[in-house]
């Protein structure tokens, strides 16, 4: 899942079982280096990435 602001801020999330309000409420930083070059790859992934306007399972746009 890609969520953008169009203010140049971007989340990027992997989602592991069931998406929930209480999984999200739950959320924090990854405080592990071994995952710093990972996340530095995908930072320029999602940096290249757009968002679509979904509406259930179609796109709206």
């Not at 209480?22 to 710093?36: E, M, N, P, T």
């Not at 999602?46 to 259930?56: R, T």
């Amino acid at each position: 899942m890609l969520a953008d602001d169009h203010k140049g801020n971007k989340v990027l999330a992997v989602i592991k079982g069931d998406f929930t309000a209480d999984l999200v409420s739950q959320a924090k930083i990854i405080d592990d280096s071994r995952f710093k070059d990972t996340a530095d790859q995908l930072k320029h992934i999602i940096d290249a990435s757009s968002v679509k306007e979904m509406d259930g399972d179609k796109p709206c746009n």
